[in-house]
């Protein structure tokens, strides 16, 4: 009989603990990237909006 294997950490678990170990790092690029996200969504919509 074969000891089975410990599961594996699921991907959350794991950019968890990636991001508590960078700390300062992972805040700036989640930072970045939310504003990015924002700029493109605003920008998206400025474009859409009919011209009067």
């Known amino acids: 009989m074969t000891n089975p294997s410990p599961p594996q950490d699921s991907y959350v678990k794991l950019a968890m603990r990636n ?3 960078k700390g300062r790092t992972s ?3 989640m ?3 939310t504003t990015g996200l924002v700029a493109v ?3 998206l919509a ?3 909006r ?3």
């Open 19 to 21: 991001m508590v170990r």
């Open 27 to 29: 805040l700036l690029h």
């Open 31 to 33: 930072a970045l990237t």
């Open 41 to 43: 969504l605003l920008l």
């Open 46 to 48: 400025s474009l859409d």
């Open 50 to 52: 009919p011209s009067l």
